[in-house]
């Protein structure tokens, strides 16, 4: 594999931190090539600005058509090229945080901001039939993407019936609107629940678990997401009246 | 109404600028009080950092430790403080925003991440029976808050059975997460939909209602969130398995 590993915690010597220091030790090991963006480290800037896109400032900034003419004209701010050429370079990426208000924290959350723009990581169209290729076709079709998520929650408050949601349901935005739009196959979440109270013992089970999943990521089985070209969804994007019948919610969207 | 606007979009000549611009004005023409957080205008810093809490940098940094003793001792850094207080005068709260990659933008998502802290927004417990008090009870009980959203996408295409899931549930984490959690009434969201493509007729429309909908906020009836103290939920915060029978997903937890 090739490996692009994102980490957006701001102490490496959390569990967050020793969980990505084994995952990626095990991956070289056994011989993967492997990048990272420590984004924390980096100093990572998360603002959305004109200034990427060489805006001029005295004109109405229109983001996305801004930041898609950047994109394929080679202009965009040269941190954002350099996230962009690691994304091309992988075959595989693996996104850790620590969930904060049942989302990424904004230094993850503006990477996809700045990186993942049109030109660049969507916006491509089938030649022949004009459609938009997206959940499930476009630029970044070929990845795989693993988010390894740390939850202060226990388990059973934020499984499928319970209070905070299911953390499934909660980080579709991520696997499902960010990952599968883009083309990447999104692999179930890994995830660490009451990280906030984990004991040594804890955090040596987490990280063989986790050593586990990131060596086995080629045979993993990606969430299966309904491709949005794959017949269906109709002409407004609907999910056909026949299929998930007597489901509801953002779980429809699961061929299963 | 006492009302804080929360704005999080990079360009105040935006269709989300005139809307701003004009919910503000109606709202002070009405006579209710507002207060403004122009997230960009302001130079928000998103990025939660051990200087928030006067952290020693040769320490290990405990995000949630250290920011709620900073918060019980008043150490927090000015600019959160300042929020804050924005926070504790208002009694609605309206958040305005760009739907960016199915979430919030990096810029206000930070502004939870470093705003809402342990110690102000949430960590309060029942006196008699020691229950955390969240989810429907908690600091910022008492107030009314509204997600205001421009979506790229057409209406039909992020509803409840769109590609791109419902709206409502891609921002669960905001209205019942965030909102919900804090003790907030969250208010079903107003959204602006196939932003980008709006002529001057959509815009004044949108405008029009929008207004409608901000003057009309004290009489709006609350999303029916349950309460994690009310009885519906177990001592393993599981939904009781009596109520919402054939339902599925983050829907179950409200109670309709």
């Known amino acids: 594999m090739k490996v692009l590993w ?19 030790a095990a991956l070289r090991e056994h011989g993967h090539e492997v990048r990272e963006s420590d984004l924390y ?29 950047a994109a394929r004209e080679g202009r965009l701010s040269p941190d954002v090229r350099a996230e962009q050429e690691k994304l091309t370079w992988a075959d595989t ?3 850790q945080f620590p ?22 990581a969507f916006g491509l169209h089938d030649p022949d039939t004009g459609r938009a290729l997206r959940y499930g076709e476009g630029p ?32 579709f935005p991520l696997t499902h609107g960010t990952f599968w739009y883009t083309g990447m196959a999104a692999l179930p979440p890994f995830p660490v ?12 089970r987490e990280t063989k678990a986790l050593v586990e999943r990131v060596l086995s990521i080629p045979d993993a089985e990606p969430l299966p997401f ?17 299929l998930a019948p007597g489901r509801t919610g953002l779980d429809v969207h699961l061929d299963r």
């Open 93 to 95: 990426v693996v996104v």
């Open 226 to 242: 309904r491709r949005q070209n794959g017949g269906d969804y109709d002409d407004d994007l609907v999910l056909r009246p026949e």
């Open 193 to 204: 629940y009451a990280a906030d109270r984990a004991s040594a013992e804890d955090a040596e």
């Open 41 to 69: 480290a980096m100093g990572w800037d998360p603002v959305v600005r004109g200034s990427d896109y060489g805006h001029d400032p005295a004109e109405r900034l229109l983001v996305g058509e801004a930041s898609e003419r």
């Open 140 to 171: 970044l079709e070929g990845r795989r993407a693993l988010p390894v998520v740390t939850v202060g929650a226990r388990e059973s408050s934020i499984g499928p019936r319970g209070v905070s949601g299911d953390l499934e349901e909660l980080l």
């Open 6 to 24: 994102v980490f957006a915690h701001p102490e490496p010597r959390s569990l967050n931190g020793s969980l990505r220091d084994a995952g990626v």
């Open 99 to 120: 969930l904060w208000w049942y989302g990424l924290p904004a230094m993850l959350k503006g990477w996809f901001d700045r990186v993942f723009v049109k030109g660049f």
